[in-house]
């Protein structure tokens, strides 16, 4: 696969290119790499289109002066002390669902925000010759305008916040402010965030034990110590997400996926990826396929002679799997004995919420960037994923924080989310261009190793899991892998949830519900939406399902676990388990 540009360009080469780039890094670093070109084109097209509809004009006249009229006499009746109604839309927002909001004025402001909010979607959806990116674009500018100007957000009207402060006599505006000051200074200087220090690696999170029995430039492999007096024959080799610390896989023991296959009576085994520096901007794709899967795939086979492997892959942890599978397919390399797939995508033609970051604009600025550091931090991504989920996860904590004084309770998989990594610019880059914006890889572009990867040269049975409310890889993108492998038994599994939570449920989870298939031989494939209507819910975690199916593609019997690491090939113990790359800031 070609770059798009050479990973580390020289000023000799071309200085005036050199200049566009420290610009365009600079724009960067300003707008948390965000390309404000796109969204003055997207702004600029709707602009342009709306003042020439006055069919368009008119509705959105029209229904301006409806919700004005609405919010008028639903004042008058406020006044008059009638709350909210009980089928109100005010009630299914969470930010208005509390007692205090259904009384006036505090109704009154929900109202008319929401009113607000209704007209201002209204307004860039439906504008006839607007691109549809572009209404896109426009559509999430004025959601996140909406979302920083509700008046949950102010202690001026946000009843709760009123209340607590008159209770407390300004005590919760005190602890607000210490609490502002304290995150201004720890992100001045690159502390810690507040309660992370409860969740230590090696102690309350990725505590499995086991040993890191090989480690090259760029992984650490680790094999986990066995719990039962038997186990499955073949071994489960993961491979997690780069983007992301591995041991979201191995949180607290009730939701340690890696526990509970341990638990089944698997070897398990884990890449644990380095934490890369701007030293390592020359890594790329192949380095991650040859010296991650590969040589993985190396020493569990040497430690575990004679069987093949159960192996698993997260997030861009699974679309590399899927890509290593695909060209040891090609090779008739036959030690994969089947693939599973958790929220992870190949075909990147609809890649949900997250297309709102990827054009040619975007990424010349993250290129640029990259070049110029080496790497893209973790508060880059971390930036995007907040915008897409902003109440949750900025203003709602921020009212909580600032307004209320209170320190939203640390849980492990939020101290894991704080737990960030960094992406070398090469892979980033090929990454970017290659899967999301050229969608090569479906397209029998990609390469690896210079060989193209055809997705068709997977036979092996498959497990892929998608999660309903998945922003990052949208279940309806992950099931679409279907079309493009040869595997003869293809399993599709939908778990309620959304990236994280949907995937580190636990063995047992009241709230979970999840559906699936098994396609077989010559069964047709189903489009996206009759696999859903065809396929009813079933409660409880998606866990007991995989590990069912696991069983049934294991060797009948149980064997003796095998020893930890193989000294005599060159696979000793180093290290207990976590590992020093996962520890790697």
């Given at each position: 696969?070609?770059?798009?540009?050479?990973p580390?360009?020289?000023?000799?080469?071309?200085?005036?290119?050199?200049?566009?780039?420290?610009?365009?890094?600079?724009?960067?670093?300003?707008?948390?790499?965000?390309?404000p070109?796109?969204?003055?084109?997207?702004?600029?097209?709707?602009?342009?289109?709306?003042?020439?509809?006055?069919?368009?004009?008119?509705?959105?006249?029209?229904?301006?002066?409806?919700?004005?009229?609405?919010?008028?006499?639903?004042?008058?009746?406020?006044?008059q002390?009638?709350?909210?109604?009980?089928?109100d839309?005010?009630?299914?927002?969470?930010?208005?669902?509390?007692?205090?909001?259904?009384?006036?004025?505090?109704?009154?402001?929900?109202?008319?925000?929401q009113?607000?909010?209704?007209l201002?979607?209204?307004?860039?959806?439906?504008?006839?010759?607007?691109?549809?990116?572009?209404?896109?674009?426009?559509?999430?500018?004025?959601?996140?305008?909406?979302?920083?100007?509700?008046?949950?957000?102010?202690?001026?009207?946000?009843?709760?916040?009123?209340?607590?402060?008159?209770?407390?006599?300004?005590?919760?505006?005190a602890?607000?402010?210490?609490?502002?000051?304290?995150?201004?200074?720890?992100?001045?200087?690159?502390?810690?965030?507040?309660?992370?220090?409860?969740?230590?690696?090696?102690?309350?999170?990725?505590?499995?034990?086991?040993?890191?029995?090989?480690?090259?430039?760029?992984?650490?492999?680790?094999?986990?110590?066995?719990?039962?007096?038997?186990?499955?024959?073949?071994?489960v080799?993961?491979?997690?997400?780069?983007?992301?610390?591995?041991?979201?896989?191995?949180?607290?023991?009730?939701?340690?996926?890696?526990?509970?296959?341990?638990?089944?009576?698997?070897?398990?085994?884990?890449?644990?990826?380095?934490?890369p520096?701007?030293?390592?901007?020359?890594?790329?794709?192949?380095d991650?396929?040859?010296?991650?899967?590969?040589?993985?795939?190396?020493?569990?086979?040497?430690?575990?002679?004679?069987?093949?492997?159960?192996?698993?892959?997260?997030?861009?942890?699974?679309?590399?799997?899927?890509?290593?599978?695909?060209?040891?397919?090609?090779?008739?390399?036959?030690?994969?004995?089947?693939?599973?797939?958790?929220?992870?995508q190949?075909?990147?033609?609809?890649p949900?919420?997250?297309?709102?970051?990827?054009?040619?604009?975007?990424?010349?600025?993250?290129?640029?960037?990259?070049?110029?550091?080496?790497?893209l931090?973790?508060?880059?991504?971390?930036?995007?994923?907040?915008?897409?989920?902003?109440?949750?996860?900025?203003?709602?904590?921020?009212?909580?924080?600032?307004?209320?004084?209170?320190?939203?309770?640390m849980?492990?998989?939020?101290?894991?989310?704080?737990?960030?990594?960094?992406?070398?610019?090469?892979?980033h880059?090929?990454?970017?261009?290659g899967?999301?914006?050229?969608?090569?890889?479906?397209?029998?572009?990609?390469?690896?190793?210079?060989?193209?990867?055809?997705?068709?040269?997977?036979?092996?049975?498959?497990?892929?899991?998608?999660?309903?409310?998945?922003?990052?890889?949208?279940?309806?993108?992950?099931?679409?892998?279907?079309?493009?492998?040869?595997?003869?038994?293809?399993?599709?599994?939908?778990?309620?949830?959304?990236?994280?939570?949907?995937?580190?449920?636990?063995?047992?989870?009241?709230?979970?519900?999840?559906?699936?298939?098994?396609?077989?031989?010559?069964?047709?494939?189903?489009s996206?939406?009759?696999?859903?209507?065809?396929?009813?819910?079933?409660?409880?975690?998606?866990?007991?399902?995989?590990?069912?199916?696991?069983?049934?593609?294991?060797?009948?019997?149980?064997?003796?676990?095998?020893?930890?690491?193989?000294?005599?090939?060159?696979?000793?113990?180093?290290?207990?388990?976590?590992?020093?790359?996962?520890?790697?800031?």
């Open positions: 696969m070609a770059d798009p540009t050479p580390n360009p020289g000023p000799e080469q071309d200085p005036l290119a050199s200049i566009d780039r420290e610009f365009r890094a600079a724009l960067a670093r300003m707008t948390g790499g965000i390309s070109q796109d969204y003055g084109a997207a702004w600029a097209d709707w602009w342009l289109h709306l003042s020439s509809s006055p069919t368009k004009q008119m509705e959105l006249s029209k229904s301006a002066m409806e919700k004005a009229m609405d919010l008028w006499l639903f004042s008058t009746q406020a006044m002390g009638q709350p909210l109604p009980p089928n839309p005010a009630h299914k927002d969470r930010r208005f669902a509390a007692g205090p909001w259904q009384m006036f004025p505090f109704n009154v402001y929900a109202r008319a925000y009113n607000g909010a209704g201002m979607q209204e307004m860039v959806q439906g504008v006839q010759g607007v691109q549809e990116r572009n209404a896109q674009l426009m559509g999430f500018a004025m959601q996140q305008f909406a979302e920083a100007v509700s008046p949950a957000n102010s202690p001026a009207t946000n009843p709760e916040v009123i209340q607590q402060t008159l209770d407390e006599k300004g005590a919760n505006l602890r607000g402010w210490k609490n502002f000051v304290e995150d201004m200074e720890r992100t001045l200087r690159g502390g810690e965030v507040p309660g992370t220090e409860n969740f230590q690696v090696g102690e309350q999170i990725a505590a499995t034990p086991g040993k890191v029995v090989y480690r090259n430039e760029l992984i650490e492999l680790i094999q986990y110590s066995p719990t039962t007096p038997d186990v499955h024959a073949e071994p080799l993961i491979v997690p997400a780069w983007i992301m610390k591995y041991y979201i896989l191995d949180l607290s023991p009730r939701n340690s996926m890696v526990r509970w296959l341990v638990e089944q009576g698997h070897t398990v085994f884990m890449i644990s990826w380095k934490n520096s701007a030293q390592d901007r020359d890594v790329g794709m192949d991650y396929v040859r010296k991650g899967i590969y040589a993985a795939l190396d020493a569990v086979t040497t430690i575990v002679p004679g069987r093949k492997v159960h192996a698993a892959g997260y997030c861009i942890g699974g679309t590399l799997l899927a890509i290593a599978a695909a060209a040891l397919g090609r090779k008739g390399d036959e030690r994969i004995a089947d693939v599973t797939m958790f929220a992870a190949t075909d990147f033609s609809e949900g919420e997250l297309s709102l970051f990827i054009s040619p604009s975007q990424l010349a600025m993250l290129e640029s960037l990259m070049l110029k550091e080496g790497v931090e973790s508060s880059n991504m971390g930036g995007a994923f907040a915008l897409l989920r902003a109440h949750d996860l900025l203003w709602q904590p921020a009212v909580n924080n600032y307004l209320k004084g209170r320190r939203d309770e849980i492990d998989l939020m101290a894991w989310n704080a737990d960030g990594t960094r992406m070398p610019a090469r892979m880059t090929q990454y970017l261009y899967l999301y914006l050229n969608d090569d890889l479906v397209h029998d572009r990609f390469q690896v190793e210079g060989e193209t990867v055809h997705l068709s040269d997977i036979r092996v049975p498959m497990f892929v899991v998608g999660t309903e409310t998945d922003h990052v890889a949208p279940w309806k993108s992950v099931y679409k892998v279907g079309r493009y492998v040869q595997s003869g038994e293809f399993t599709f599994l939908l778990t309620s949830g959304g990236h994280n939570a949907g995937i580190v449920s636990g063995p047992v989870h009241p709230k979970r519900h999840h559906r699936v298939h098994t396609r077989r031989g010559g069964e047709p494939r189903l996206a939406d009759a696999w859903l209507a065809a396929n009813a819910k079933q409660p409880g975690s998606w866990w007991p399902v995989w590990g069912e199916w696991l069983a049934a593609h294991s060797i009948p019997g149980r064997v003796a676990p095998p020893a930890l690491g193989a000294p005599e090939a060159g696979y000793a113990p180093l290290a207990d388990a976590p590992g020093e790359y996962v520890r790697i800031r």
